[in-house]
């Protein structure tokens, strides 16, 4: 048994929770090509704007904290909006302390990590 499936399945429910509090404003604009992002900068950018804080070091989120948040974000520019101006529990970071380069390179390393497993691969969920 792997440490992390139970989390998973509460982190499941909580991004279930955030896709639908989000959906109109996520997918009702176009995504943005990511490309021009640094994930191992991001992950480090991560850490050190105090992200992990809430979401966990891996983005995994906790239900108490903070949504899980990776692998497959929000339209960067839904995701660049929620952080400078967020509505709900999130305080907000403006430009001069997480900059425009800055959120590319964290959206990059949230596009980077490894999905979770398939739910019907999960043992425990049989
Ligand atoms: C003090 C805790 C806290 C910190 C620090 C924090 N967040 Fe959040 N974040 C939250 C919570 C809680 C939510 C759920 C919505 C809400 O209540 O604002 C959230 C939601 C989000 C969302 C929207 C997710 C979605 O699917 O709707 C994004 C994107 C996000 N956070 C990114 C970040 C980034 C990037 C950072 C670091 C620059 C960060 N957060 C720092 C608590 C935090």
Known sequence: ????????????ATLGFCLAATITTAFAQAP?????????????????????????????????TGPRLGPRPLAFAAFSKYVRQPTGQMPP????VVTDADLADIYAFLQSL????????????K
């Open 1 to 12: 048994m792997m440490p992390g499936m139970i989390k998973d399945t509460v982190t499941l």
């Open 32 to 64: 943005t090509p990511s490309s021009a992002g640094n994930a191992p900068n991001g992950k480090k950018l991560f850490a050190a704007d105090g992200c992990y804080q809430c979401h966990g070091y891996e983005a995994q989120g906790a239900a108490p």
């Open 93 to 96: 970071y403006g430009g001069r």
């Open 114 to 125: 490894p999905a979770p497993p398939a739910a019907d691969t999960i043992v425990l969920l």
